[in-house]
C-alpha cells in the first residue's frame, strides 16, 4: 500500500510536468503564430491567414491540454486518496482500531525528537485477567474487552495517540505533559471509567487494567529507555494488585536489579539443593493429636541470609520459575514424608502452575515415582484462582481430586468471594484465615463466621482447620466453634526435618 500510494503521487508529479512543458511549448508556437499573423496582416499577404489558422489550432491544443490536465489530475489524486486510506487502515490494528505497533514507535520517535519543546508522557496500559476471561468466557469476549478499553482510552484521554503494542498491550502518548501528578489523576479516571460496568458476552462485567508511565525528557529521551522504564512502572503496578497507575521512579532500577539478583540465585538454589523445607504441624481439634503437617519452603542464601518467601515466591511466579519451584516442594516433601510418619502431608500450589494445562499430570508422575498414596497429600489454594469452568485451573483441580488428591481452600474468608468460591467446584479442607482467628475471642461476629462456616463445612462434608491459633483463648473459641483441626505457633513452629526428628529422639529417650 505504501508503495502504490507513493507511485500514483510521482505520476501526478510527472503529468503536471509534461503538461507544463506542452504548455510552455504551444504557448510559444501561439505567440509565434500571433506574431507572424500581426505582420502578414500588416502587409496584406497569404501568410495573414496560415497564421490565423496556426494561433487557432494552438489555442484548442492548449484547451485541450488544460482540460486533459484537470481530468488526469482529479482522477490520480483519487488514486492516491485511496492508497493513502488504505496505508493508514493497513498501519491499524484490525480488532481494536488502534495504530499497530510499528507505526505506534515511528510517533512515539517522532514526538520524542521534540521532547525537549513539548514533553510528552509515554503511558503503557495492560489488561488485568486477560487470559481467565479468554480462557472461561472465550476469546470474542476477550476482544470485546479489548476494543471496550481502546474505545474507553480514546474517550477519556481525546487528544492522546493509543497503539497495540501486544496481545493485551497498550502504548498512549500524552503530548504537552510533564506533571507526573496531572498524568496519574488522568490515567486514573480512564481506569475508573473503564472499571464501570459494560456488556461482555452478554454478561455486565466490570474491566481493569493497569497502567505504568514515564515522561520525556525528565525519565528519558530516547525511545527504548522510555519505553523500559514506563514498563518497570507497570510491573511495580501489576505487583501491588493491579488496577493501578504507577510514574516510574529511580527506585525501580534498583528494585529491577534486585528482582533480578532473587531470580539468577533462586534458579541456582532449586538447581544445587540449597532450598530447604520447614513443616508446621496441624493437630487435631483435641489440640494433641497429629493430623498432617504443612510443608514450607524456605531459602537461607549463603550470603544474604534467611529470604522471606513473601519476597521470593512472587519473583518466582512472575519469572516461570515457580514450575521448578514447586516441582522440587512436592518432590521433596514425598521423599520426607516417610520419616515425618504422619497422616498426611499438605503443599501449597501457586495459581501460576495451576494454570499450566499439564499441572495435574506432572503432579501425578511425581507422586507415583515416589511410591506415596495420592490420598495424603493435600493440595492448598487462595481463593485468587479463578475456577470457571472452561479454565486449565478447574481442570486440574478436577483431574487432581481424581487421582485421589485433597483440596484445600488455604486463607479461606480473605477474599472477597468466599462463600460463592464453594459453589464452582468440591473442596476437602477449609482453612479459616488467620485475620478471623486473630480475634475470635473478643470478637463476637468473628466467633459467628467461624461457627457458620464449620456447618457449612459439615453439610458438605469437608474438614475445617484454624490457621494461626497463639494464644490459650483462641484455641478454647474455635474449639467451641467447631472446627476438626487446629494450626498455629501455639501448637507448633515450622521445622526442618531434622529438628523434628530430634525432638522425637529426645522425647523417646526420656
Known sequence: MNRNALQATRHLRTVRLLFLSAGILVSAIAMAGIFALLISVREHSLNAVISAGLVIAALAVILLLVTGYYGIRDNLRQIAEVFSRGMASAQRDALTGALDRARFLDELKNRLRIAAEEPLAFVQVDMDRLKQMNDGSGHAAGDCALQHLVATIERTLPDAVVGRLGGDEFGVIISGHDNIQAISRVCRQMLDALSKPTVIAGRHT??????????????????????????????????????????????????????????????????????????????????????????????????????????????????????????????????????????????????????????????????????????????????????????????????????????????????????????????????????????????????????????????????????????????????????????GFLLGRPQPLSAILADRHAADAA
Open 206 to 487: 466490570s474491566l481493569s487494567a493497569t497502567a505504568g508511565f514515564a515522561v520525556a525528557p525528565l525519565h528519558a529521551s530516547q525511545t527504548d529507555d522510555l519505553m523500559s522504564k514506563a514498563d518497570l512502572a507497570l510491573y511495580k503496578g501489576k505487583s501491588v494488585g493491579r488496577n493501578a497507575v504507577i510514574a516510574f521512579d529511580e527506585d525501580m532500577h534498583r528494585d529491577e536489579r534486585h528482582r533480578r539478583f532473587i531470580e539468577r540465585d533462586l534458579r541456582a538454589a532449586i538447581m544445587m539443593e540449597e532450598l530447604d523445607l520447614y513443616y508446621q504441624p496441624i493437630l487435631m481439634a483435641d489440640g494433641h493429636t497429629l493430623k498432617s503437617y504443612e510443608a514450607l519452603v524456605r531459602w537461607n542464601h549463603p550470603v544474604r541470609g534467611l529470604i522471606s518467601p513473601a519476597e521470593f515466591i512472587p519473583i518466582a511466579e512472575s519469572s516461570e520459575l515457580i514450575d521448578r519451584l514447586g516441582e522440587w516442594v512436592l518432590k521433596r516433601a514425598c521423599v520426607d514424608f516417610a520419616d515425618l510418619q504422619a497422616p498426611s502431608i499438605s503443599v501449597n500450589v501457586s495459581p501460576v502452575q495451576l494454570r499450566k494445562p499439564d499441572c495435574a499430570q506432572r503432579f501425578a508422575a511425581i507422586i507415583k515415582e515416589a511410591g506415596v498414596t495420592p490420598s495424603t497429600i493435600a493440595v492448598e489454594i487462595t481463593e485468587n484462582v479463578p475456577l470457571i469452568d472452561a479454565g486449565a485451573e478447574k481442570a486440574n483441580i478436577d483431574a487432581l481430586r481424581r487421582l485421589g488428591v485433597r483440596i484445600a481452600i488455604d486463607d479461606f474468608g480473605s477474599g472477597n468471594a468466599s462463600l460463592s468460591y464453594l459453589r464452582r467446584t468440591s473442596f476437602d479442607i477449609l482453612k479459616i484465615d488467620r485475620s478471623y482467628v486473630e480475634n475470635v475471642d473478643t470478637n463476637r461476629f468473628d466467633a459467628l463466621m467461624i461457627a457458620s462456616i464449620c456447618r457449612i463445612a459439615r453439610a458438605a462434608n469437608m474438614s475445617v482447620i484454624a490457621e494461626g491459633i497463639e494464644t490459650e483463648a483462641q484455641l478454647h473459641a474455635v474449639t467451641h466453634a467447631g472446627v476438626t483441626a487446629l494450626q
